[in-house]
RNA sequence: GGAGGGUUAGCGAAGUGGUCAAACGCGGCAGACUGUAAAUCUGUUCCUUCGGGUUCCAUGGUUCAAAUCCAUGACCCUCCA
């Protein structure tokens, strides 16, 4: 089977919609947040737990999978989902982030990206029809064109020129793509120009993607800079195909996001910030390595019933993250995406009734109020 | 009783005449993190009214100058009786 995406409703006053993700006899809603799991693995999560916190789609990586264990050890293992016991719809990502996080420009070339294997030194060479076929290898529920995640800031000239490889690889990737029980999303990139968003994204419909994702944001560009290249690009995608945002995870990115049209999210923050000790609040994001919460026997949220919150204390939590106890980063993890859920099912609601401007502005006044709550 | 070795910031530990308010590690405090080379990285950590002040077991001494050399004392460790 192969996922599906039906468009169910678009807001009257914004450019949000609702859908559904249909995959495996499960519907998901959209907008949808998808938790990463580069690694095959959701880190310090099991998959009951990831389903359990309300995650449809999770996100892996072929470049991490590639190197190890290798896509052939996952292809015997019966395919990702049985590898990793998880029966949830999974995406991987080309590898096209690892082009911008682990790759220098001269290591671009017209065929494909050299990589130095961050494990052991090897040469790698990774091309847009190596990453379908391992990909497919992988066994993947929606596959990602290879592309280039360019940085910001980037010159017109070099951001055309990488505009137009990355469609020669998303071409070239589609040829190779045999789409048995998988489907394949198109990358639009272009930076922070507008007519090289609207080309790709126009040169991808052209292909036919079974879906679209916008990449190259929050790539260290100013808020406001970011949210113009996503409505430059959504612009031109089609209105029946789930468009992607690859990367973004921050609260208000998600809300500003829905509003210009985005479907589908990832972001490793709430698992990433986890670990370090960092919890989402309704009122702003709070570091629970600050000593003001030593002896703050509340939860984190008190109106929070995740498991977190329902069983322990801030004080508990920042011990075990003091103390490097791995139990911590498990219930922030759980804690963060389980906010991150509850923001997604709230943004849907407010799309129904019509009120996703005044959640906003509400949102907004009290994540960024400080001295509110998170700071007591 | 004899012979050595030692005592440095919250802890461990460098430093053996000036470039020392004193390396480094840990701990503490704070910050960053957006398609995960990230349970990681960065800053800071004697006091201060930011002018400066007071430190390297204690006291006294040598010297222009002492954590560093000398004397005495205290405490700790090892070995020999």
Redo the contacts with the bound molecule.
Sequence with gaps: MKVEFEKTYNDPKTKARLGKIKFNGKEYDTPMFMP???AAT???LSPEEVKDLGAGII?S?TY?LWLRPGENVVKNAGGLHKFMNYDGPILT??G???V???AKPKDITEEGVKF?N?LNGDKLFLTPELSIEIQEKLGSDIV??F?E?VGYPCEEKYMAASVERTLRWAKRGKDVFKGENQVLFG?V?GGIYENLRRHCAEELVKMDFDGY?I??T?VGEP?PTMYEMVEMSTKYLPEDKVRYL?????PI?LIENVMRGIDIF????P???A????AYTMYGKI?L????F?EDFTPIEEECDCYCCKHYTKAYVKHLI?A?E?FG?RLLSIHNLHFLMRLMNDIRENIKTSTLEEYRDNFLKNYYQKGGKADE
């Design positions: 990463v799991g580069t959701v880190k310090t996100l990586n991490h990502d080309s096209g982030f690892q911008f996080s682990l130095k961050h990602m064109s592309d995640c990358i990139q994702a990449g190259g929050s808020k690859m990367g973004l995870g921050d990115d990832d972001c490793v923050s698992t990433r910030l670990r370090h000790g960092h570091n390595k600050n000593n003001k030593k003091n490097e791995s980063a």
